[in-house]
């Protein structure tokens, strides 16, 4: 398993197992342990795969679970952001090995093909012995298999017609995160990014329902602000949330079915 020809020139390493826990879990304890950063982590299968919230990332062989870990990538405030960079990078990364493929964002960080979940990211951050900033940025895409009876439509690529080689969509990955880090630029260019970002997110202008803990707020979906909030005008005027879960009416499920993952 190689990254690609950009991420090998900008010092981008990898270390491919066959089944560990988690790639996360892993990639934090190479940060706690002084690793420089810029070390990706990919697993073929995880046995303790984590999503985001606490949820169970179903982790099964074929599909892909990577993990970068960047020392001081970013002032700390910013390091949030990265979950917008990867979004970019990721649907570059989705369209290059599958160019006909409908691929949207989902606020804060899911990726979503033909509007049903197709892969998500989970940012964790610790320190080095140091002292310094190591961030960790997990990505998880179904390349071959999604589990039944979430609360929303997921799917994979394979289940969509696209037969994708999980190495190649590695490397693509691997360079685009680079070629996005870099317009990013430790957040003086998170302007792009959010324009990139919006270019290609999903239900903008329309109405959605946003989870925060057991709350629902419905409204209109406005932008993405400079802090990576997402604008929501309601009938009793416009917020700004910093987390929750956004419930688009295409995500909803084709029935009832229990919490079992995340995919
Ligand atoms: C989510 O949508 O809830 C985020 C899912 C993130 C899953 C990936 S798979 C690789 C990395 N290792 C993990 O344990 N989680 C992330």
Request: overall charge neutral; hydrophobic content about 45%; proline content about 5%.
């Amino acid at each position: 398993m190689r990254v690609g020809a950009l991420a090998a020139a900008g010092g981008y390493r990898v270390e491919r197992f066959d089944t560990i826990s988690s790639t996360n879990d892993l990639a934090m304890a190479r940060g706690r342990a002084g690793d420089a950063g810029r070390l990706w982590i990919v697993a073929d299968a995880q046995t303790g795969g984590r999503g985001r919230l606490g949820r169970t990332w179903v982790s099964p062989p074929g599909n892909l679970f990577a993990s970068l870990l960047l020392i001081d990538p970013a002032p700390v405030a910013r390091a949030p952001e990265l979950g917008f960079v990867t979004g970019v990078a990721l649907s570059n990364a989705l369209t290059r090995v599958a160019p006909s493929a409908a691929i949207s964002l989902k606020w804060p960080n899911d990726a979503l093909l033909d509007g049903a979940k197709l892969s998500g990211v989970l940012l964790e951050a610790t320190t080095t012995p140091e002292g310094r900033l190591a961030c960790v940025i997990g990505i998880g895409v179904n390349c071959v298999a999604h589990p039944d009876g979430l609360p929303y439509r997921a799917t994979d690529l394979a289940a969509a017609g696209f037969v994708v080689a999980r190495d190649d969509l590695f490397a693509a990955l691997a360079d685009e995160m680079a070629r996005a880090l870099a317009l990013w630029d430790a957040g003086a260019g998170f302007a792009d990014i959010r324009l990139a970002w919006l270019s290609r997110a999903a239900a903008l202008g329309h109405r959605i329902d946003v989870a925060i803990g057991d709350r629902l707020i419905s409204g209109v979906f406005r932008t993405i602000d400079e802090r990576g909030r997402l604008a929501l005008s309601t009938d009793s005027g416009d917020i700004h949330i910093d987390a929750g879960d956004v419930l688009l009416p295409s995500l909803s499920p084709p029935r009832a079915g229990g919490e079992k993952g995340n995919n």
